[in-house]
């Protein structure tokens, strides 16, 4: 954290030397996730084809956005999203079975580089410059704080500190954010954005779920009913349930990592700043130049 902090600061010094090169602004939009939890009669399958829109939440946030080359940007973002889940919305019968539900708030950073692929200097061609579209696709590194809950006996308990399977993972871990956007910049200094963001992540327990049930049950009848959800079922109603989900028997699927994705519209200011140079008696270079008025593009 004092890295970002110090970073921030020492581009922050720069604000007022650039010309039209840096916005601001902030992000609402929606959340998704792909895990263990979702699907329909299928076991787990990649991408958006496992997700459920029934348990799309929201994301909102906040970055800052520099242009350092004609089609390169870099930014740094905050997001705060949630995702959640529940087996209840599944028709596989080992997911329905397993009967568990979880939420998780995450705080997210990140920073990404833009390349645009496309762009538009002058729409509507009238010479003045003033309103522009960017397409770009981008990637870069990041770091989530992530804390899942399941609701049970009446309140979301935490459950990282239960070790459910036996393992005590880490809340903050790394992703890779990846994806495309566009935004439109009107009257230079106001944008309007819409961007895709999935986030590779390389953890598996987004949603606590990764491998199998304990061998050995908690001690205490509370963590009992915490891991094992199944008790939950009548068994005369749900005689499956006790069949494929018992202490040692595979839980989730080890072998893919979790991941989330947000779409997001966007609203930024651009900072009109001034390089030194250009100013009148300002710099080096000015001293040719007294007088002389530089109009800048953006």
Known sequence: MRFLLVFLLLNCAFLLKSQWRW???ATLGFSNYLGDIGGKEKTRRDFAADMKLAKTRWNVGGFIRH???????????????????????????????????FRNDIYDLAYTFEYFFYTNNDIGNNQRFQNQFRAYAFIGGGAFYSNPKSYYRGEY??????ATEGVIYHKWNMNIPMGAGFYFTVNRRNR?????????????????????YPATPPGSEYEQGLVLRTTELNREDNPGAYDSHTWGMKRGDSKHKDAYATMSFSYSRVIRGRATFYRPGGGFFNKKRKGRKIRAKF
């Open 23 to 25: 916005d601001y602004g």
């Open 157 to 162: 308990v935490s459950l990282q500190p239960h």
């Open 67 to 101: 242009r350092w080359k004609p089609k390169l940007s870099w930014k740094f973002a905050v997001d705060y999203l949630r995702i959640e889940g529940d087996d209840h919305l599944s028709t596989n019968a080992g997911r329905y079975y397993r009967n568990f539900n």
């Open 192 to 212: 309007l954005g819409f961007e895709i963001n999935y986030r590779k992540t390389f953890t598996d327990y987004l949603d606590d779920i990764s491998g199998n």
